[in-house]
């Protein structure tokens, strides 16, 4: 069990984070209030985010796994010198996002949308959900993780008060790197309003070489917002405030958070094995939905996603 006077030195989007008590920290763990939705509510709102170690069955979860790790090992992104479930990668590997690999996928589509899960979201929410029927594969090998960024946007053309599920497909060491949240910065609105509501998919219809870039699904000159808050994991928390904070996942645990919360990931360490883990999204049924990532085959940031506005 990790605890903050055994941590040791942390690296995300390649930079040494600062090791101090009061920069970073674990996440706080609420499956003691499983069942307890005002609690949890209450401490959703305190910190922006809900940590739920152990909630889902682990076997699920590795069952899920498995399934993807064949799937993988079928589109020759792992070592075949090792057995598939162990998630060890071909050199160079680096950062594999293959969402395609959980359609289809009963053991995913299951564990995501269906039993324990989406009961939690509807105790949460107090009332009948839905869900994004795109669900994002990351399997991120050695190298760096993801930067500093918020999810809004990426999704907010719909409500704004939905959450992403971020789900580890087994056991996730500090060396393999999970994901990290900024203390706090949810309530940060001071730094991030002009930021985050911003829209990866929008362009400036009255701009002949945006329009030209939306057309071909560019993100090049003239149009070249990505969504990336910071490149600097402690640049962007000395400015904010708050902690970094993360810890050793295991499979059965999943982080829950809003649209407005600052979040990266740790690097990937490790020689050679990748970190498999998908974000799913949920939402009060009677709200509006993002219509970029519903249906058989979403259009996602896509051409058809794309939105004119005049600047």
Not at 108 to 121: K, P
Request: proline letters at 6%; a negative charge.
């Amino acid at each position: 069990m990790p605890t903050l006077s055994n941590l040791p030195q942390l690296h995300s989007y390649g930079h040494p984070l600062d090791m101090d008590d009061d920069k970073v920290g674990l996440l706080r763990d609420s499956s003691d209030a499983a069942e307890d939705f005002d609690e949890l509510r209450r401490r959703f709102d305190t910190d922006g985010y809900l940590y739920m170690k152990g909630y889902l069955d682990r076997d699920e979860v590795l069952r899920a796994r498995a399934s993807l790790t064949d799937r993988l090992a079928a589109a020759g992104v792992l070592d075949p010198a090792h057995p598939a479930i162990d998630g060890i990668c071909r050199p160079g590997a680096g950062y594999v996002f293959k969402p395609e690999i959980t359609n289809h996928n009963p053991a995913v589509q299951d564990l995501l949308y269906s039993g324990r899960l989406v009961e939690f979201y509807r105790g949460f929410f107090g009332e009948e959900i839905s869900h994004y029927d795109f669900t994002w594969l990351r399997a991120i090998g050695p190298g760096k993780g993801t930067n500093p960024h918020c999810d809004l946007p990426y999704m907010g053309r719909g409500t704004h008060r939905h959450l992403t599920c971020w789900l580890p497909y087994g056991d996730i060491s500090f060396e393999l790197g999970g994901l990290m949240i900024l203390e706090g910065s949810h309530r940060r609105m001071d730094l991030l309003k002009n930021y985050v509501y911003r829209d990866v998919d929008s362009y400036c219809a009255n701009k002949p070489e945006q329009v030209a870039n939306a057309q071909n699904g560019h993100h090049n000159s003239g149009w070249t917002f990505t969504g990336t808050l910071s490149h600097h994991p402690p640049m962007i928390r000395r400015k904010f405030g708050g902690r970094w904070l993360t810890t050793e996942y295991e499979a059965g645990d999943f982080l829950t958070f809003g649209m407005f919360l600052v979040h990266a990931s740790l690097d990937n360490r490790t020689e050679n094995r990748l970190r498999i883990s998908s974000d799913s999204r949920y939402q009060r049924a009677s709200e509006p939905r993002d219509e970029r990532w519903i249906g058989l085959n979403p259009p996602g940031h896509s051409v058809a996603g794309k939105r004119g506005r005049i600047c």
